[in-house]
């Protein structure tokens, strides 16, 4: 008898459950942080997002999959970047690894290949002649990569990259930035599928902003 109420109580409050998580409230200081002073968006006219990684980072890893489907669910509206993070010169080398990446057209495959070298394969990406073999064995020319690697645009990004993580006064990685207002980390929201709950819910928060702003105008 008890074994079928305990049962039929966990039928009863599965769905309570559920709701109640769902309709939680994310608390600034709590859940997230304000950052101050606010740091200048692309596009003013759009909510920004910006995951802050590092492709040696385990946790960043195993939160690639979750941030790549939840991308798919963003509204026009939104955009996305990431931005590695350069605490030192083997980071410094990983930023640019990115970058070079993009600049060559090849970051959506490139992407996952190069968290796999150093999550799964145990390559420590810690020189330039690993990283263009990386590039090369998947299909980059030698001439291109070296190319990009070297260029300006690829070392301004990775400058902008450390300026933009000291600014949001990240202290380790994922860490995601919505609108260059808040600062999302593991610790306060508590899971990776927290960060983008509270995600969520601040994309909400400055989209209404952004149509109030509209609408006074």
């Given at each position: 008898?008890?074994?079928?109420?305990?049962?039929?109580?966990?039928?009863?409050?599965?769905?309570?459950?559920?709701?109640a998580e769902d309709a939680q409230t994310w608390e600034e200081?709590?859940?997230?942080?304000?950052?101050?002073?606010?740091?200048?968006?692309?596009?003013?006219?759009?909510?920004?997002?910006?995951?802050?990684?590092?492709?040696?980072?385990?946790?960043?890893?195993?939160?690639?999959?979750?941030?790549?489907?939840?991308?798919?669910?963003?509204?026009?509206?939104?955009?996305?970047?990431?931005?590695?993070?350069?605490?030192?010169?083997?980071?410094?080398?990983?930023?640019?690894?990115?970058?070079?990446?993009?600049?060559?057209?090849?970051?959506?495959?490139?992407?996952?290949?190069?968290?796999?070298?150093?999550?799964?394969?145990?390559?420590?990406?810690?020189?330039?002649?690993?990283?263009?073999?990386?590039?090369?064995?998947?299909?980059v020319s030698a001439e291109d990569f070296d190319?990009?690697?070297?260029?300006?645009?690829?070392?301004?990004?990775?400058?902008?990259?450390?300026?933009?993580?000291?600014?949001?006064?990240?202290?380790?990685?994922?860490?995601?930035?919505?609108?260059?207002?808040?600062?999302?980390?593991?610790?306060?929201?508590?899971?990776?599928?927290?960060?983008?709950?509270?995600?969520?819910?601040?994309?909400?928060?400055?989209?209404?902003?952004?149509?109030?702003?509209?609408?006074?105008?």
């Amino acid at each position: 008898m008890l074994k079928r109420f305990l049962a039929l109580a966990l039928i009863v409050l599965a769905p309570l459950a559920i709701a109640a998580e769902d309709a939680q409230t994310w608390e600034e200081g709590t859940h997230y942080d304000l950052i101050t002073p606010v740091i200048r968006t692309a596009d003013p006219t759009k909510v920004e997002v910006v995951e802050f990684f590092w492709y040696g980072c385990g946790h960043c890893y195993t939160f690639e999959p979750l941030v790549s489907r939840w991308k798919e669910t963003l509204g026009d509206d939104v955009t996305f970047q990431g931005s590695p993070a350069v605490w030192n010169k083997p980071m410094e080398l990983h930023a640019a690894m990115y970058y070079t990446a993009d600049v060559l057209g090849v970051l959506d495959s490139m992407h996952t290949v190069m968290f796999q070298a150093m999550n799964v394969d145990g390559k420590r990406l810690a020189s330039e002649a690993e990283i263009r073999k990386l590039f090369t064995d998947n299909g980059v020319s030698a001439e291109d990569f070296d190319k990009a690697f070297a260029s300006f645009g690829v070392s301004s990004q990775v400058r902008q990259a450390n300026s933009r993580a000291r600014a949001a006064k990240i202290t380790g990685t994922p860490e995601m930035m919505v609108n260059g207002k808040y600062r999302i980390s593991i610790r306060k929201a508590g899971s990776q599928a927290n960060m983008l709950k509270v995600a969520d819910f601040l994309i909400a928060k400055e989209r209404s902003a952004l149509a109030a702003s509209a609408g006074a105008s």
